[in-house]
């Protein structure tokens, strides 16, 4: 939006409170997909995946993820919650 500047200080910031304490994967995700890093996204939607970030259960109605939809990265993520790929 514009905002290049504040969104990398907010990333950074989030990884450096990930050093100490638990930071939701998918906020990081959302981070680097607004910066218009998709595929860095993607990997940390995985990371939360992996770490069962409950955020996840939202992915199939969030408009913040509206971008990656057509992925396959992303529509694979989908199915493997168990969300309909649609």
Known sequence: MGRRREAEAVLL???????DRYVPPNAIA???LGLGDAEESLAWLERAYRERDVH?????????W???RSHPRFRELVRA?????G
């Open 81 to 85: 919650i168990g969300l309909p790929v």
């Open 30 to 32: 959302a981070v680097h």
């Open 13 to 19: 910031e989030l990884e450096r409170r990930s050093a």
């Open 56 to 64: 996840l259960l939202e992915l199939g109605v969030e408009p913040k």
């Open 66 to 68: 509206d971008e990656l």
